[in-house]
């Protein structure tokens, strides 16, 4: 049974940093690409960054660029998300998800997923 379970979500101000992780079982963690997406209120869900197998391969939201980072550690069957400089509009549930792929490469929509975690909620006051 795969699971993904994310942690590191929290309360914080403006212009801090978070690290969210995603921890990932059930799976052969190396065969698959990682991604982030958010879900902020009242909006639709919307893609956050992505990050092939072995890492090589890393893409972000252009407005997020700059401010978030995506990272793996295969040992840890984790996947990360640095954020830094928060903003009030960073406020959301930040789900990570799973694709299975057989080539390096990074996964940015949703139906390309196969898994899903139940999300961490991230909230930045002003």
């Known amino acids: 049974?795969?699971?993904l379970v994310e942690s590191g979500g929290g309360l914080?101000?403006?212009?801090?940093s978070l690290r969210l992780s995603c921890a990932a079982s059930g799976l052969t963690f190396s065969n698959y690409a990682m991604g982030w997406f958010r879900r902020a209120p009242g909006k639709e869900r919307e893609f956050v960054a992505a990050i092939s197998r072995t890492g090589e391969n890393i893409y972000y939201a252009d407005s997020l660029k700059?401010?978030?980072t995506i990272s793996?550690?295969?040992?840890?069957?984790?996947?990360?998300?640095?954020?830094s400089s928060l903003k009030p509009e960073d406020t959301a549930v930040y789900y990570c998800a799973a694709a299975?792929?057989?080539?390096n490469i990074v996964v940015t929509t949703q139906a390309g997923y196969d898994y899903w975690g139940q999300g961490t909620q991230v909230t930045v006051s002003s």
């Open 72 to 83: 793996r550690d295969d040992v840890k069957n984790t996947v990360y998300l640095q954020m």
């Open 12 to 16: 914080v101000q403006a212009g801090d």
């Open 1 to 3: 049974q795969v699971q």
């Open 100 to 103: 299975l792929r057989r080539t």
């Open 66 to 68: 700059g401010r978030f």
